[in-house]
């Protein structure tokens, strides 16, 4: 079976009409042989076929992206996924919109991206089902959910997992079949969890404890005291949020007093015990 690409992508990924090459989108494969489109710049066909088996009918855009790997296998996208804790469309207007920036971004640049939680992942067949933004039911453009390959890149936005389900198909996922699969890419391995945790773990790297600001897990008045006095201004955040929800910034002015901003808001007090209360 063949795919048609026109004169100039087939110039730029090196290659030539009649060539035998794998066809990837995520982790799904098929073989096929290039074929010449004339007289088109900057185009392609894929069969029907080929978009059925590998789930290329999810995503609504073009032009795709392509690269063509070491193992003579012609890659389009790559295929983003990004974990999260729940689906997009359960997640609050500020998150919603985010994600929705990033999906639209990635499909000006070709490269695809949804979002799925890790129950929604199909491990016998290798797909999941996922959101990304197309047009609706009502021909409106919205979250729609299509089943996907599962992608080359997981960028790993998991916070807590409430459901006995969710967690044993995460650690499925992360613990098994990420060895097994070792082109899948997993950016964020310790994903949204508890921040003292991750800081202890980064700690254990020399390459990167330099780059890591001196942090204490604070349990005492004692701790912040002697951190103002060696820095003067010192950031609070809890250890298991994000998206600067509850950071706190706390400067020791000059007079003795202590300034406290958090987002659009800052008071002054006057001494450590207020700032606990505070």
């Known amino acids: 079976m063949e795919i048609y690409l026109s004169r100039n992508i087939i110039e730029e990924l090196n290659l030539y009409p009649g060539k035998n090459i794998k066809l990837s989108f995520g982790i799904k494969k098929v073989e096929v042989s290039i074929k010449e489109l004339k007289n088109i710049t900057k185009s392609f066909k894929i069969p029907y076929v080929f978009q059925r088996l590998l789930y290329l009918n999810s995503i609504f855009q073009q032009p795709f992206s392509f690269f063509l790997k070491d193992d003579n296998t012609l890659k389009i996208g790559p295929l983003i996924g990004i974990m999260t804790s729940q689906p997009v469309v359960f997640m609050k207007d500020h998150l919603i919109s985010l994600y929705k920036t990033i999906v639209e971004t990635g499909k000006m640049l070709g490269i695809p991206c949804f979002l799925f939680t890790s129950e929604n992942i199909e491990f016998n067949n290798k797909t ?5 933004v197309g047009k609706t039911t009502a021909g409106e453009l919205g979250w729609v959910l299509k089943q996907f390959p599962i992608p080359d890149i997981v960028y790993n936005k998991v916070g807590f997992l409430i459901s006995d389900e969710a967690k044993k198909a995460y650690s499925r996922f992360f613990l098994r079949f990420l060895k097994d699969n070792v082109d899948v890419k997993f950016f964020n391995p310790f994903g949204l969890g508890d921040k003292w945790k991750i800081y202890q773990q980064l700690k254990q ?27 003067k201004m010192v ?5 298991d949020s994000s998206l600067s929800m509850g950071v706190y910034r706390i400067t020791y002015l000059s007079d003795g007093d202590f300034n406290i901003g958090y987002r659009q808001k800052e008071v002054t007090l006057i001494n450590l015990s207020e700032i606990y209360k505070y």
Request: proline share 5%; aromatic share 18%.
């Open 235 to 239: 950031y609070l955040k809890p250890t």
């Open 128 to 132: 999941v089902w996922g959101f990304t």
């Open 205 to 231: 790297y020399n390459s990167i404890q330099k780059y890591l600001p001196d942090t204490e897990l604070l349990n005492s008045t004692d701790i912040l005291e002697s951190f103002l006095n060696n820095y």
